[in-house]
């Protein structure tokens, strides 16, 4: 199995910082993508960021500049720096990894729990 671990989501004041984390356990075998999503009340799942096990990443426009994404394969880590943060930043951050088990010929979707994070105006 694969398990993904959260931590660092919270509650700051409109222009803080938070840095959350996703670490991964279990038979991986490679890793294609890891990556941050968001939910906020009411709204679909969008992607916040992701990055490529070769390090090419993907932010949208609306945290670009605010948010940082970074990866550690070896360690099947994905960190997600958050500055400057907005009230609409509010929501519950999901990790994803699209990695392939040992066991596995393609790869699989999974999914943390959700670290929830609240910004305060």
């Known amino acids: 199995q694969v398990q993904l671990v959260e931590s660092g989501g919270g509650w700051v004041q409109a222009g803080g910082s938070l840095r959350l984390s996703c670490v991964a356990s279990g038979d991986i075998a490679s890793i294609n993508t890891m990556g941050w999503y968001r939910q906020a009340p009411g709204k679909q799942r969008e992607l916040v960021a992701d990055?490529?096990?070769?390090?090419?990443?993907n932010i949208i426009d609306s945290v670009k500049g605010r948010f940082t994404i970074a990866g550690d394969n070896a360690k099947k880590a994905v960190y997600l720096q958050m500055n400057s943060l907005k009230p609409e930043d509010t929501a519950v951050y999901y990790c994803n990894f699209i990695a392939r088990r040992r066991t596995a010929f393609l790869a699989g979707n999974y999914w943390g729990q959700g670290t929830q994070v609240t910004v305060s105006s």
């Open positions: 990055i490529t096990s070769e390090g090419r990443t």
